[in-house]
């Protein structure tokens, strides 16, 4: 089979006053009704491609930097599923006032 895994790391600085944990805080808030968007927040869960491997899922990995004034963001997505067709499914589903998962709920591991 053909892997189309697309992982980005990214490095944020974090304002004073705010932590890795208000951060995650804020993620799970704003993205517990979204569900292609799944956050790993326990440090035994791994952030790998066999998750969003033929899904439409975006998982979303939040990791401590060595200095606590930043964070390092990980977010996974299948290339092709997420990345193009499974988002142009979605978002013709939004425009035309269909259920977001229609047609994508049959998918492995939706």
């Known amino acids: 089979p053909i892997f189309r895994g697309m992982m980005s790391t ?3 600085d974090l304002d004073q006053n ?12 704003f993205y517990s ?4 968007v799944k ?16 899904t439409n899922n975006c998982y979303i990995k939040l990791f401590k930097h060595y200095d606590e004034s930043k964070v390092i963001v990980v977010s ?3 290339n ?3 990345g193009a067709s499974g988002q142009a ?7 035309f006032n269909y259920d977001e998962s229609l047609g ?4 492995t591991g939706v």
């Open 80 to 82: 092709l599923l997420k």
């Open 33 to 36: 009704n979204h569900s292609f």
């Open 104 to 107: 994508l709920d049959n998918l």
């Open 10 to 12: 990214i490095y944020c």
């Open 18 to 29: 705010i932590t890795v944990n208000d951060i995650n805080r804020c993620l799970k808030s």
């Open 39 to 54: 956050l790993i927040d326990d440090n035994k869960d791994r952030a790998d491609f066999f998750k969003v491997q033929n």
């Open 89 to 95: 499914v979605q978002c013709m589903n939004i425009m």
């Open 76 to 78: 996974l997505i299948d």
